[in-house]
């Protein structure tokens, strides 16, 4: 529990040049008197689970990181809807030729694998600026947590330095992040796969397994990318 009121501080904006981790590391001395409590739990208990008892600067940095990479998905896939729109109607030609007319169209399936390796490569390098996102949050967290740590140690007795790993409010990306294809499937990208995780039987899900299975077989050209 954190008993000082002054564990307050707004974060404004992830970026991790010498003003900003001056900043994290003058909150954390600061904030270092209420926080006793959690560096006690921490020779014991390790990392914290939660957000339970984490100081407003941790759950500012949390709260920036989670707006920023949730704004650099909503802008890829609004930068990229032409392409979407594409994919979904050649999604529809894929199927009915692979599995209503049941008559294969190499052609027709390398055209599709090179607009589905476009989205493949927009979603990649939109889940890297995003893991950007999460590192420059960890790095602000890591210059709090040892500033709260070296200040608290000035009065109370604690290890040299802070446990390995341990750091409080750590961030990190989403399993979603890891399945870019789901950003074709509506709203799966910001969900799960259902209860029963069965297939999604819609005609992008059906073409796109079509196209991975001749990819792998050797018979469709390659792409850059793959389901995560």
Not at 33 to 55: C, I, Q, R, W
Not at 146 to 171: F, K
């Amino acid at each position: 529990m954190i008993t000082s009121s002054r564990t307050g501080g707004a974060v404004r904006r992830l970026r991790t040049g010498f003003v900003s981790t001056q900043l994290a590391r003058a909150h954390g001395r600061r904030d270092a008197a209420g926080l006793l409590d959690v560096l006690g739990a921490a020779l014991d208990a390790g990392d914290p689970s939660g957000t339970a008892g984490l100081p407003p600067y941790v759950l500012g940095v949390r709260a920036r990181a989670e707006h920023d990479t949730t704004r650099l998905r909503a802008r890829m896939l609004h930068g990229n809807r032409a392409l979407t729109v594409r994919i979904h109607a050649e999604s529809v030609r894929v199927v009915t030729q692979y599995t209503v007319r049941g008559e294969p169209a190499p052609a027709a399936l390398a055209r599709y694998a090179g607009t589905v390796a476009d989205w493949r490569n927009a979603a990649a390098v939109c889940r890297s600026r995003a893991q950007g996102v999460i590192d420059a949050a960890n790095h602000l967290l890591t210059c709090y947590w040892d500033a709260v740590w070296t200040e608290a140690r000035r009065s109370h007795e604690l290890p040299d330095r802070r446990p390995t790993g341990w750091l409080p409010g750590r961030t990190r990306l989403d399993t979603t992040w890891h399945r870019v294809d789901d950003g074709l499937l509506s709203d799966r990208w910001y969900g799960g796969r259902g209860p029963s995780g069965e297939p999604d039987p819609a005609a992008v899900a059906q073409a796109l397994a079509i196209l991975d299975s001749q990819h792998i077989r050797g018979g469709a050209g390659r792409t850059t990318g793959g389901r995560g």
